[in-house]
């Protein structure tokens, strides 16, 4: 019995030590799992610590679709192995749509001096700007002919829309006091703007003595040659150089240089002349009315006459700067006047001169331009023929050329021009040299012209700054004319 109680006491202390631990195991294991599921379940929230947020730029990229910007938190929250995004600047449609604008209005300006052998139709070939616009530019051209002088140095300056790569402009630089610029106004149109600056001239005095003849000596005094030519000219009336210039005859002339911003523009005008032979002395004054007097006041060119022709013809055009073309129907100015002539009339100087240009325009047809004396030149378009050559010396009244109908024009015609210091003016009405001599009202100021120039003359190679005198001149001028076959 006392055996059998020993058993059970044994047997009831062994399964308490197998089964004690288990029990307390288990539950600790569920208390594990409930603290876990409760873990879980619990919402964030601000009891417990938050790690600092990373700084992010306040400039957000959106959606040009959405209205509404990522906040900055919602940013912040993200995974760090998520992609980076890319900030941009927040642009509003209507901020984008002038920006769009702007750069439309963005222009390239290319720069090119003009040199030997360079041809507007090579330019305009190798700067890819097309041969239709050059037609354009030739037709706004068609009253002024600037481009048909293009000499080595001048520039041109092409500027057009980086985007398009349409000419929006073209100025041609002939020096410092006379641009033009020409600007489109329409898809085949163009007008243009003639800029005058007139600066500061400066005289200096240059004295010389005949070697051989006229012209070497004077260009060896410091003359160029047209300058030596318009001294000729000058005198050509009073003075035969070939034949009565002698060896040790003496010349002294006063040459007035345009200056602009302190530089030499290449533009020279004689002021006075005398040549002095043996007993003889032969003087020139230029005076306000553009012409050339000797020191009493005695005109040394005849007078200009009105018309080239040799008797009336009826006027079908008038002079007119708002006149619209017969041809385009545009608005372009008319620089001269136009006789109803048949083909082959006879065109007259209408004073004595220098032949300047001759040449052949798409739209003003076989033209020529001569120059009187200092301030004066004409100019005759839409010829048949012409009779005389560039450089030649002409008379009053000798013939020229012959009147036609080349270039575009409505049929046959003479257009004549008469320009007034580089200035196109009506030629039927704008005051032209008729006398032969200083009037009395005009005197006084003339003497007075003389003695100042006699000063100079008498100073050999002595150079005197003038009266500075700049004014700036912007003339527009409407002319846009496009292509018609």
């Known amino acids: 019995m006392l055996f059998n109680n020993k058993k059970q006491t044994f047997k009831s202390l062994l399964e308490q030590t197998l089964y004690f631990p288990y029990r307390h195991l288990m539950l600790i294991a569920v208390l594990a799992l409930t603290a876990i599921t409760l873990w879980l379940d619990t919402p964030e929230d601000v009891s417990h610590t938050q790690a600092p947020k990373p700084t992010v730029s306040p400039q957000i990229a959106i959606s040009p679709e959405k209205t509404e910007p990522i906040s900055i938190d919602e940013e912040a929250s993200k995974e760090v192995h998520e992609p980076k995004i890319e900030l941009t600047e927040v642009v ?7 920006k769009v604008a702007a750069q439309e209005k963005v222009v390239i300006q290319e720069k090119i001096v003009i040199r030997k052998g360079d041809t507007l139709s090579g330019l305009f070939d190798h700067y890819n700007l097309g041969q239709a616009t050059l037609i354009y530019l030739l037709s706004a051209d068609e009253s002024l002919l600037a481009l048909e002088t293009l000499q080595p140095g001048h520039i041109l300056f092409f500027r057009y829309k980086e985007k398009t790569q349409d000419l929006e402009e073209m100025e041609l630089y002939i020096h410092a006091g006379h641009r033009v610029v020409y600007r489109r106004i329409a898809a085949d149109a163009f007008n243009y703007e003639t800029i005058i600056r007139e600066g500061e001239w400066r005289s200096k005095t240059i004295s010389g003595k005949i070697e051989s003849n006229f012209y070497s000596s004077a260009q060896r005094a410091g003359l160029t040659e047209a300058e030596a030519a318009t001294v000729t000219q000058i005198f050509q009336d009073q003075l035969d150089f070939s034949r009565v210039i002698r060896k040790g005859d003496t010349f002294q002339i006063v040459r007035n240089v345009q200056f602009i911003d302190d530089l030499p523009t290449g533009q020279t005008r004689i002021d006075s002349a005398r040549v002095q032979r043996r007993a003889y002395e032969h003087t020139a004054f230029l005076f306000q009315d553009g012409r050339y007097y000797d020191k009493q006041g005695k005109s040394l060119a005849r007078a200009l006459t009105r018309t080239p022709l040799g008797k009336s013809y009826r006027i079908s055009s008038r002079f007119n700067p708002k006149r619209v073309h017969p041809i385009t129907g545009r608005v372009a100015p008319h620089n001269g006047t136009d006789f109803a002539t048949p083909t082959g009339t006879k065109v007259l100087s209408t004073g004595d001169g220098i032949v300047t240009r001759v040449g052949n325009h798409r739209f003003a047809g076989r033209y020529l331009e001569i120059k009187h004396g200092g301030r004066f030149k004409t100019r005759y378009l839409h010829l048949h023929r012409i009779l ?42 704008a005051k032209i040299p008729r006398t032969q001599s200083i009037s009395k009202k005009d005197r006084s100021i003339f003497l007075a012209r003389v003695a100042q120039q006699t000063s100079l003359l008498d100073a050999p190679n002595k150079t005197t700054k003038q009266k500075t005198t700049k004014i700036a001149i912007n003339e527009t001028q409407q002319n846009t004319n496009k292509k018609t076959n």
């Not at 509003?92 to 002038?98: C, S």
């Not at 575009?408 to 004549?416: I, V």
């Open 92 to 98: 509003p449609q209507e901020k984008k749509e002038d």
């Open 388 to 429: 005389v050559r560039k450089g030649a010396s002409v008379k009053r009244g000798q013939a020229i050329a012959l009147s036609g109908n080349t270039g575009r024009s409505t049929g046959p015609h003479l257009h004549f021009e008469l320009h007034i210091n580089g200035r196109p003016v009506n030629p039927m009405k």
